[in-house]
Every structure is written in C-alpha cells, then in structure tokens.
T-cell receptor
C-alpha cells in the first residue's frame, strides 16, 4: 500500500534562518507531488507541484523553493525565512493529474 | 487563486441531524472533490464527482453537482460527533489547467453530542 511521510511535524525557526521540509512517498512510482500551505483557519494554497524528477512548477512568487531529487522525494526549502512564511505545510501526491490527492500529516512552521 | 468557495464558513448542529455544505466555483471543471480535515491533521479524500455526473453517494455522504450553476453540495446524514472537522471542496479545472486541485476556504462543522 502507498504511504506518505512528511517531516518534521513541527518547527520553530528564527527570521532569516534556512528551512528544509521533506516529503517521501512509498509504494508507488512516478507520482505527481504537491506542496500546499494553509494559513490558520484558511483554505489551502498550492505552492509547487511536480510531475517528474527535476520538474517543478511554482504557483506563486514567494520566498520558497522546491526540489525533487528523486522520484518519490519532494523538498521544500528557503534560504532565509520571513515571518509571513509561518503556516501549516502539506505535502500530497496523486496518480496522474486531476485525481484524488493523498496528503501527509503536515508540518507546522512558526517563524519568530 | 481560490476556485471554490464554501458556504457556510461554520456550521454547528446536534448529533443525529443532517449537515449540508455548499461549494461554488468559477470556471469549467473536469471534476470536483470533497475533503475532510481534522484539526491539525492532513486532508482526507471523501468523494470525487465528475463533470458529467449529477449525484454521488458514499455511505452517509451525498454529493450533488450542478454545472449550470457552478455549484456542488455535500450532505452528511445522521451526523455524529466524530464528523466534527473542516470540509473542503476542490476543483480540477478544464480546459487550460494541468489538473492540479484548487481548494476553497472550507466549512468548519461542529457536531454536538
């Protein structure tokens, strides 16, 4: 069966520090991978998606970047965090496009 | 950009009652999906309805889709305290969209025991 792992679960970082959130998927090949951000009490904002290794599409200009070094690994990074980067980050995968998304448990980032 | 907009933003009902949430969207869609999110957790897929379908059932869930009005509704019958969660609709645009899901703001449902 397929599983998705996302870590760390919580993170408290000072402004200006770097960030790395990691997501891995098991039990499937060539998944579509997504990073979403959710502000408190709000809906999900799509940040990045990837249809293959090294293929990253950015949805909104921001202080973040994403990479896909392996087929089932998706990394969200920042060189210097801003206060506005605080939020709940969710990784998800799907088979192909337009289908059901399978979400990780999320990473809560607080930038102080 | 947000495609789906849920209504109401918050809903509080007694256990055993039915809960109805609505979703409106702006552009043509390939399909519409509903997800559930327990507080502080990831989202869980509930049901997918395609643009050529008008109604779909899954257990206590009933979803309708009206493409002429660009709207969908999610009905949870005989609600339970465990149904307390946030519910989101998400749309896959068509054409001109790569198939990525765009989520609405969600409806927060509280079911009182």
């Amino acid at each position: 069966s397929q599983t998705i792992h996302q870590w760390p679960a919580t993170l408290v970082q000072p402004v200006g520090s770097p960030l790395s959130l990691e997501c891995t998927v098991e039990g499937t090949s060539n998944p579509n991978l997504y990073w979403y951000r959710q502000a408190a009490g709000r809906g999900l904002q799509l940040l990045f998606y990837s249809v293959g290794i090294g293929q990253i599409s950015s949805e909104v200009p921001q202080n973040l970047s994403a990479s896909r070094p392996q087929d089932r690994q998706f990394i969200l990074s920042s060189k210097k965090l801003l206060l506005s980067d605080s939020g709940f980050y969710l990784c998800a995968w799907s088979v192909g496009v337009g289908g059901e998304l399978f979400f990780g448990e999320g990473s809560r980032l607080t930038v102080l | 950009s947000q495609q789906g907009e849920e209504d109401p933003q918050a809903l509080s009902i007694q256990e055993g009652e039915n809960a109805t949430m609505n979703c409106s969207y702006k552009t043509s869609i390939n399909n519409l999906q509903w997800y559930r999110q327990n507080s502080g957790r990831g989202l869980v897929h509930l049901i997918l309805i395609r643009s050529n379908e008008r109604e779909k059932h899954s257990g206590r869930l009933r979803v309708t889709l009206d493409t002429s009005k660009k709207s969908s509704s999610l009905l949870i019958t005989a609600s339970r305290a465990a149904d307390t969660a946030s519910y989101f609709c998400a749309t896959v645009g068509y054409p001109g969209n790569t198939g990525k899901l765009i989520f609405g703001q969600g409806t927060t449902l509280q079911v009182k025991p």
